[in-house]
């Protein structure tokens, strides 16, 4: 039986085969995971359509493969099963040679074979099996642990070796440092979206500050009822700001749009990125229909893509169809940066870490928790005067968490 490339979704036609996750000859279940997919967004599992044992690996790690292709073929039945071994016929009435003194060695071959994980990294590190040595896995196979082990101790110094004859493909010289190791797929795609919206959108970025005491005071208050009212979910600040965007996108609408060509699209609904951290960078999945929701389902959906970008488990067409993003750098630190626009979205809004400053309150000096706030817009259909305006929206509900709850 195939094993085949699935559809990947809207747009998707084609994938690279990130690593197998059995090897040839191996027996597998029914819908047990084989091998891993990248697509320009996401990682996919193709599961086994049959129990029975691998038979055929057809496509190797690295390979690009469109929709549909062959990947591997399973044998199922009577095929399963391996082919037992012939048994060595002794010659008649001729005595064996006697045993070797002291142990047989083990082929270099057999001793130096090495996992597809582990040959693809030692590839990326310029190694080779006689580098490692024995690996750790069944019958010495190298695995990819034995080469991040290797890598991890320091090494003597290799003798200098001679100039190739041929120039490297390389437009400048490695240092014998560099370690040069290929873009993923998701990475080549994410560098191409972020350049193509700085080619294309007129991209400028508006600041402001929030006083974010009374968001805070009101999470304090009320954290503990909450999750226990709401099943274990927590409450954050995300849910405060994306409900904060939802009044300022209602009231701005063309910070909701986009540009089709020589129209501007209004959205009557917010489709809400969030941006968030996974194994192989950034990805956007996108809360549907948010303007529709509350506090507990806003931050019941945060939580599940956070925990399943982590896992790799997002699904393609969670990643797709959002029409405003909101970023938060303050997770890793970042005081105040500029957002760029996730097309063909016209703007997000980018949160900052919470910081402690002195401010002026009704003639004083107070120390207030602040957050730095940034809009990037597509100036094309965003004027200035729109944007600023949003974003004091945005502050100034922050900044009185009753707005919120009222509708004001």
Known sequence: MNIVVPTLG???????????????????????????????????????????RLSTITVKDGSEVEVGAVLGVIATGAGAAPAPKPAAKPDAGVNPPPPASGPVARPASVALEAFPAAQKRMAEAGLSGSDIGA?????????????????SKPQPAAPAKAAPAVAAKSSRQDEPRDERVKMTRLRRTIANRLKEAQNTAAMLTTFNEVDMSAAMALRSQYKEVFEKKNGGVRLGFMSFFVRACVAGLKEFPAVNAEIDGDDIVYKNYVHMGIAVGGPNGLVVPVVRDVDQMGFAEIEGAIASFGRRARDG???????????????NGGVYGSLMSTPIINPPQAAILGMHKIQERPVAIA???????????????????????????????????IEDPRRLLLGL
């Open 313 to 327: 488990q997002l699904k393609l067409e969670e990643l797709t169809g959002g029409t405003f993003s909101i970023t």
């Open 363 to 397: 003639g004083k000096v107070e120390i207030r928790p602040m957050m730095y706030i940034a809009l990037t817009y597509d100036h094309r259909i965003i004027d200035g005067k729109e944007a600023v305006s949003f974003l004091v929206r945005v502050k100034e509900s």
């Open 135 to 151: 690996g750790t896995g069944k019958d010495g196979r190298i695995t990819k642990g034995d080469v991040l082990d290797f890598l």
């Open 10 to 52: 809207e747009s998707v036609t084609s994938a690279t085969v990130s690593r197998w996750l059995k090897q040839e000859g191996e027996a597998v279940a029914a819908d047990e995971p084989l091998l891993e997919l990248e697509t320009d967004k996401v990682s996919v599992e193709v599961n086994a359509p049959a129990a029975g």
